[in-house]
């Protein structure tokens, strides 16, 4: 069998060399015999984009770069450097050398583990596959989040109302944090699972489909729904519309991200963005109904509720705690905020007490999500639950449960919509100060155990 | 929409099949006037400044006879193309040391404008064939040369 080359041309410019290193590389190959594909990185993009499976293949690897280009596909692998004229002056050394290892340099790393594999690995099918592509789309929201939670939190610092006042450093973390963080790690999540299942070209269907499915309401499992269907929608576009080669150019930059966003968007809108909007309507009402009854049944009501994490429908609950504050009542407000508080908080000190079940990236991401929970940043939850939703979320439904329903047999009472921890020292926030703290702390060590416990057995199967 | 041709960005006037320049200097500021002649560049000095600063990463002299020196810059309106074909040859410190009698020059603007830069990709790959190359360094006419490079593009087209 023809033993395999795969090689990468860059230079400076990316206008000529680029391609001339390409073409010569590609006949001369062909001409020795080889199976050859090269992946042209110039100023209008990467072409022929090389994949992790041609790159595992490979019995040769040429980077033909004069510029940094991204090394991590290959790491673990033995390359062959050369300039991008190097290889138009000499294809047939370049070639041989890459294959009989002379001169090559292995990169530092494991073969085929690095994580940015799973960015490129679209030839992975099913479940696997899938939790791939979502765990591409975690790794790049994860600091989004951090950032966004911890200066959202910051900007509680200065008093939980110092941001409604424009101009002030509040207000500018606030934006920073909230409206700017908070609000793309949808989006980037979207974008990157997209971008993981086709590429680049997946990118723009995928961040938009993530802000739509933001502004809908459709909180982060909209946003994996976006990120699936601006993914495979745009593979579908790429494959299967008929276009002449001659307008291949106008296909890639016209047609398939109009096509590709526009159709997710739309689907967003108008296929998920009405039955939420009913079940919004319905499970208000159904709340509302519960107003009078017994405190127990709205504490696990509540819990239940907030299963998708700051979602639609835990915006449900929310909003109708909120709801309440202009009537004076303020109990379901504390026990809202115990059910947002919970889960980050709760997979932290998972993540503490048992270090060993996790990944180094989710110890310190467990960190963060402490101190996230304190500041009842839901979202510090997120990339836990997108990665294993069959172990956090039913943890976090338990410990939020557990946690409302103390917070309310307590009577606790909190007067304002958000702030977490930092109300604590405002006078009058909160009533009932150690029925509330006993309540998140309940809740918590719920969520602490069941996560530990679940993923335990999860990992011994 | 229309296809781009390679000879979609050529201007006739920037075609040169018969330059004697005597050194690499030479040979790159009489492209340069060529291009400039096409109306694509807005500021000379600043494009001529991005394409000498081009060479002066690595010559561009790619060996077997043919140059592309290359500018991509604000100075630039359009993408566009220049060619002088050097009978006698002129030294231009190529990779291979051997005299250059094919001199294509790009203008690119500063832009994401793919469109075009695949259309210069496709010149630069077409470049490497010397049966091509020949055929342009034996052009008679501007038309003639015209008309190859149209050939190959369409024979291209067909892969």
Known sequence: MAKKVVAITACTTGIAHTYMAAEKL???GKELGYEIKVETQGASGAKNILTAEEIAEADGIILAVDKGIDESRFSG??????????AIKEPQKVIENAVNKVGTERLAGSAAKGEDNIKISNG???????YKHVMAGVSYMLPVVVAGGILTALSFAFGIYAYEEEGTLAWALHLIGASGALGLMIPVFSAYIAHSIANRAGFAAGIVGGWVANSIGAGFIGGILAGFLAGYITLLVVKKLPMPKSLQGVKDILVVPILSTGIVGLIMIFVLGKPIQALTVMLTDFLASLSGGSIVVLGIIFGLLYWDLGGPISKVVYTFAVGLLAEGVYAPMAAAMVCGMVPPIGIALATFVRPKLWTKEQKEAGKAALFLGFSFITEGAIPFAAENPKVILPACMAGSAVGSIVSLVAGAEIVAPHGGLFLLVIPNAVSNIGGYLIALLAGSIVTMILTVLLKSLETKK | MAKIKITDLFDRNSISINSAPKSKKEAIDEAIELMARSGKINDVEGYRKAVYAREDEGTTGIGEGLAIPHGKCSAVNRPGLAAMVIRNGVDYESLDDEPVSLLFLIAAPDTEDNIHLDVLAKLSMMLMD?????????????????QIIDAEDAKREEI
């Open chain 1, 26 to 28: 590609l006949k001369v």
């Open chain 1, 77 to 86: 692998r033995e390359i062959y450097r050369v300039k991008a004229a190097g």
């Open chain 1, 124 to 130: 992975e099918k099913g479940i696997k596959g899938m």
């Open chain 2, 130 to 146: 010397e049966n091509f190359t020949n055929n342009l360094r034996n052009a008679g006419s501007i038309n003639e040369f015209l």
